[in-house]
């Protein structure tokens, strides 16, 4: 299967990732790139955008990028930094580059970014590659 056909096998069952509203901007061997758009019904009671929401867009796009290569990959540690605030209407394109592909680990870094390019969270991820392909 083509990273392609992964990623429509997973997203096409995926209602949370579709929920939210995640789009795909491009999927290739070891890395993706989905972006979406802030709603008001995201945002906490401070009017930014609840931290779940970024780290899901992070989330989503390390699965898509970890699982690009053929082998079914799950998370198994992840972390993020919130560096900027980001509001209802912001536009949101997370970017997932692979760092470290082994047998059974592999490491990913996501930086989501705003419409204007900047940078509001830095998300690392970890994940286990099961010897299950996906077909």
């Given at each position: 299967m083509t990273p392609l056909?992964?990623?429509?096998?997973?997203?096409?069952?995926?209602?949370?990732?579709?929920?939210?509203?995640m789009e795909l901007v491009s999927v290739e061997t070891g890395a993706c790139s989905l972006k979406m758009t802030v709603r008001p019904d995201m945002l906490n009671g401070f009017g930014v955008a609840h931290g779940g929401i970024t780290f899901s867009l992070a989330d989503s796009t390390f699965a898509f990028a970890c699982n690009s290569h053929g082998r079914q990959s799950v998370s198994i540690h992840c972390s993020i930094e919130h560096i900027a605030p980001v509001v209802a209407g912001d536009i949101l394109t997370a970017t997932a580059r692979e760092d470290h592909l082994?047998?059974?680990i592999s490491n990913y870094t996501i930086t989501v970014c705003k419409q204007d390019g900047s940078p509001v969270a830095f998300f690392r991820g970890v994940a286990y590659r099961k010897q299950r392909v996906w077909e």
């Open positions: 056909d992964i990623f429509h096998k997973m997203f096409d069952n995926d209602p949370f990732s579709r929920w939210m509203g082994g047998n059974s």
